[in-house]
């Protein structure tokens, strides 16, 4: 399969390091041929993204990556060549900025609690975009609580541990609605990370248009009961690193990537 672009990466304006223009430029660096810009539950990033696209001449597609919750679970979903002016895009934009904000609160309440201060208005300042547990796991190190960002998520931030706080999405319906309305597709992110696998059969019957079947680090083998599943479907199949810079030093950009002909599907939303 020929590399035409990394459809999965995070900038500054969620909780990676890179600006969008360095990540246009490890595009190209690459030799990808496109580019997008998924930043959790934001678009702000990849609207910057689209002219430096061009300027290097690399093909542009929109992108975000939403948090979503079905049946209780965390599910993320991958949208893209959506309308960014769509209204339905604006109002899931909004209700994560809100419940972001409230749930960091109530973060910094618990780290209070054990002792730990983290000024607000500094972690607002760091967050350009979308707020996340990411930016505190950061602070966390400056103030040597931590030594690490996985050390933070394991002692603090992880699901269960001191500090956490249950995540309240939108639901997986929903965030697939908006997507549509605003004339957008819906790929359903890491699916290799669902568990258990009696949800991911639940997740099948939903109204997506693919499926990220090439992620990361993950062996081949791992993407054949995805690739089943999108011949089933006439599913659009997707790859992406799930780049962060820093924040996730362990993973490259363009360590997973998408070929021509998907890129093409999703930029013609067939
Ligand atoms: P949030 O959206 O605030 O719930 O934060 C979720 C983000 O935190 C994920 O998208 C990852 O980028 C990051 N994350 C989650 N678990 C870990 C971990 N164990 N180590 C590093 N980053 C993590
Ligand atoms: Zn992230
Ligand atoms: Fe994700
Ligand atoms: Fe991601």
């Not at 109204?207 to 680090?217: A, K, L, N, P, V």
């Given at each position: 399969m020929i590399p035409f672009a990394d459809l999965h990466c995070h900038s500054i304006f969620s909780d990676?390091?890179?600006t969008p223009r360095e990540i246009a430029l490890l595009a190209k660096e690459k030799g990808f041929k496109g580019v997008t810009l998924t930043d959790h539950d934001s678009i702000e990033g990849a609207l910057l993204l689209q002219p430096i696209a061009e300027e290097l001449g690399l093909s542009f597609l929109m992108g975000v990556e939403f948090s979503s919750s079905f049946r209780g679970e965390s599910v993320h979903i991958l949208g893209y060549s959506?309308?960014?002016?769509a209204p339905s895009i604006h109002n899931l934009c909004e209700r994560h900025i809100t419940r972001r904000k409230v749930r960091i609160e109530k973060m910094l309440a618990k780290l209070k609690e054990l002792g730990i201060e983290i000024d607000p208005q500094l972690l607002q300042e760091r967050a350009r975009g979308t707020i996340g547990r990411p930016h505190i796991a950061h602070l966390l190190i400056e103030k040597g609580v931590v030594p690490s960002i996985q050390e933070a998520f394991y002692q603090y931030?992880?699901?269960?541990?001191?500090?956490y706080v249950e995540e309240e999405s939108p639901t997986t319906e929903e965030t697939l609605l908006a997507l549509h309305q605003a004339g957008g597709l819906a790929i359903l992110a890491h699916?290799?990370?669902?568990?258990?696998k009696s949800l991911l059969r639940k997740l099948y019957?939903?109204?997506?248009?693919?499926?990220?079947?090439?992620?990361?680090?993950?062996?081949?083998?791992?993407?054949l009961s995805f690739l089943q599943v999108a011949k089933e479907k006439k599913w659009i199949t997707t790859g992406g690193s799930d780049y962060h810079g820093t924040t996730k030093p362990h993973v490259l950009y363009g360590s997973s990537f998408t070929n021509e002909e998907n890129f093409i599907r999703l930029q013609r939303r067939s």
């Open positions: 990676g390091t890179a959506f309308d960014p002016t931030l992880g699901e269960g541990k001191k500090a699916p290799h990370l669902i568990k258990p019957t939903l109204s997506f248009d693919g499926i990220e079947t090439w992620y990361g680090s993950f062996p081949k083998h791992r993407t």
